[in-house]
Every structure is written in structure tokens, then in C-alpha cells.
């Protein structure tokens, strides 16, 4: 059974930072994409980066290139969202996404948003 765990949110100030973590369990990591997702309240989740290995491309969403980095650990099967020069349009809550690879064609954040498994999430908010 897939499982994920995602840590590491909070209160942040407006230009400031965070790393969340997710710890992933249950599965073959290496034969995962992973991804994070956030929803903001009264919209709809929206993917934010993923990535399918810790040698492989990462994919960002627009609102996020350059300030976001994902990176992975498949030693530990941990995968990260280093977040910095956070604007309080990214408060929402993030989660954690798994999808095998094989079961991703195309667009990697689309198949994830359908057919991933997903962990509870963590809050980030980012104050003004």
C-alpha cells in the first residue's frame, strides 16, 4: 500500500522560506513519479512540480520556475519541495503525489493529478 507523508509546513513570511518532505513507503520508489500539488481553499488542486528520479528532468508549473526546486532521494524515499522567495498566493495546502511510471503517459502532472495516490497534506501559509 502506498503511503505518503508529507511534513515540514508553516507560517512563513512573505519572501521568506520552506522545505517540505514527503516520506514515501508502501512501494518500489524508484518506479514512482512523484509530485507536489496544492489546493487553496475554494480552488481546485493544482499540480506544482514532479519528478522521476533523482537523476531525472523536474517539471514546474509557471507560477513556481525559479522560485521552487523538487528533489528526490531514492536511498531514503524522500522526496522534497524547497521553497523560497514564497508570496502569500502560494498559501494552500500541499500535497505529496505517487504515480508508477508506467502508468504515466504524457503530461506527468496531468497523470497525476487523476490516477496518483496522495498523502494528508501540509499547510503552508505565507503571511504579508
Known amino acids: 500500500e502506498v503511503q505518503l507523508v508529507e511534513s515540514g509546513g508553516g507560517l512563513v513570511q512573505a519572501g521568506g522560506s520552506l522545505t517540505l518532505s514527503c516520506a514515501a513507503s508502501?512501494?518500489?520508489?524508484?518506479?514512482?513519479?512523484m509530485g507536489w500539488f496544492r489546493q487553496a481553499p475554494g480552488k481546485e488542486r493544482e499540480g506544482v512540480s514532479c519528478?522521476?528520479?533523482?537523476?531525472?528532468?523536474?517539471e514546474y508549473a509557471d507560477s513556481v520556475k525559479g522560485r521552487f526546486t523538487i528533489s528526490s532521494d531514492n536511498a531514503k524515499n524522500m522526496v522534497y519541495l524547497q521553497m523560497n522567495s514564497l508570496k502569500p498566493e502560494d498559501t494552500a495546502v500541499y500535497y505529496c503525489?505517487?504515480?508508477?511510471?508506467?502508468?504515466?503517459?504524457?503530461?506527468?502532472?496531468?497523470?497525476?493529478?487523476?490516477?496518483?495516490?496522495w498523502g494528508q497534506g501540509t499547510q503552508v501559509t505565507v503571511s504579508s
Open positions: 508502501g512501494f518500489t520508489f524508484d518506479d514512482y513519479t
Open positions: 519528478i522521476s528520479g533523482s537523476d531525472d528532468s523536474a
Open positions: 503525489a505517487a504515480l508508477e511510471k508506467t502508468a504515466v503517459a504524457g503530461d506527468r502532472l496531468r497523470a497525476l493529478f487523476h490516477f496518483a495516490s
